[in-house]
């Protein structure tokens, strides 16, 4: 059984969606661009940033939003 509950953004937050004008690139050549494999802690750092903001969202806590969109870089 598949269960989903949706997820309400805290009050006064919005998300932004941007789609630059580009030239469209086929699939296959978008699948090369990318690299054959990423770093074990890349992946981590992802998931992590992708949890935290999931879970930011679901409980509108600011802090942890914040946390999963920061750019580690």
């Known amino acids: ?3 989903h509950s949706p997820l309400s953004p805290p009050q006064g ?3 932004l969606l941007v789609i630059p ?3 469209q ?3 296959e ?3 090369q661009a990318l690299p054959d494999s990423v770093p ?3 992946a981590v750092a992802n998931v992590s940033a992708a949890a935290q903001l999931a879970l930011g969202i ?3 806590d600011l802090g942890l939003i914040a946390r999963g969109i ?3 870089r």
Do not use: K, N, P, W
Request: aromatic fraction near 4%.
């Open 1 to 3: 059984m598949t269960s």
């Open 13 to 15: 937050v919005e998300a």
């Open 21 to 23: 004008h580009a030239e």
């Open 25 to 27: 690139v086929s699939t």
């Open 29 to 31: 050549a978008a699948r």
């Open 40 to 42: 074990f802690a890349d």
């Open 58 to 60: 679901e409980r509108s």
């Open 70 to 72: 920061a750019d580690l």
